[in-house]
T-cell receptor
Framework: DGGITQSPKYLFRKEGQNVTLSCEQN?????MYWYRQDPGQGLRLIYY???????QKGDIAEGYSVSREKKESFPLTVTSAQKNPTAFYLC?????????????FGPGTRLTVL | AQSVTQPDIHITVSEGASLELRCNYS??????LFWYVQSPGQGLQLLLK??????LVQGIKGFEAEFKRSQSSFNLRKPSVHWSDAAEYFC???????????FGGGTRVLVKP
């Protein structure tokens, strides 16, 4: 089955700790994205990557870091510098064959800082 | 700067009644517009998208949306809702540079029996 997997589904972290969220896709998509979702605020873009070994900051990149060493993987690290990390994190991917390609989403990871 | 606005945070509708969710966009060029649905604790699923051509777009699950340039709107409709349509709905538009989506704040739909 083709799709996007995110792990873990639920994640708990103590203040001051870094944590890495996993995102893997087997859709052979070039572009991958990380969004943060908070109640009433829709989805906000954290980072995105259109090609391996390259990525760009989104609207709310502060306190986050990413890597794109493989086409199918785009892990997100939430660092201790992120002031309010408790949120629902969604990963997405998209082919770049055409502007009309659909962006597909993973099931999400809910991060809670204790 | 582009933005997407969904004026209604919550909508409650009776099962079997019609549903219309509002979406307004602000962007100078031809917009590429999407509607996604999210069930609680889940990812987003694409309902439909508009790129060009016919301004009335048909999607999955019996949804449709109409692009109205004069009103900068892309409202989502369903003639008769089912209890399973209770979810959060997001409108989004695509910025070609960077292939980035900008999302509205979402509308949560509650379905009364």
């Amino acid at each position: 089955d083709g799709g996007i997997t995110q792990s873990p589904k639920y994640l708990f972290r103590k203040e001051g700790q870094n944590v890495t969220l996993s995102c893997e896709q087997n859709l052979n998509h070039d572009a991958m994205y990380w969004y943060r979702q908070d109640p009433g605020q829709g989805l906000r873009l954290i980072y995105y990557s259109q090609i391996v070994n390259d990525f760009q900051k989104g609207d709310i990149a502060e306190g986050y870091s990413v890597s794109r060493e493989k086409k199918e993987s785009f892990p997100l690290t939430v660092t201790s510098a992120q002031k309010n990390p408790t949120a629902f994190y969604l990963c997405a991917s998209k082919g770049l064959a055409g502007i009309s390609d659909t962006q597909y989403f993973g099931p999400g990871t809910r991060l809670t800082v204790l | 700067a582009q933005s997407v606005t969904q004026p209604d945070i919550h909508i409650t509708v009776s099962e079997g009644a019609s549903l219309e969710l509002r979406c307004n966009y602000s962007y100078g060029a031809t917009p590429y517009l999407f509607w996604y649905v999210q069930s609680p604790g889940q990812g987003l699923q694409l309902l439909l998208k508009y790129f060009s051509g016919d301004t009335l777009v048909q999607g999955i699950k019996g949804f449709e949306a109409e692009f109205k340039r004069s009103q900068s709107s892309f409202n989502l409709r369903k003639p008769s809702v089912h209890w399973s349509d209770a979810a959060e709905y997001f409108c989004a538009d695509l910025k070609a540079a960077g292939n980035k989506l900008t999302f509205g704040g979402g509308t949560r739909v509650l379905v009364k029996p």
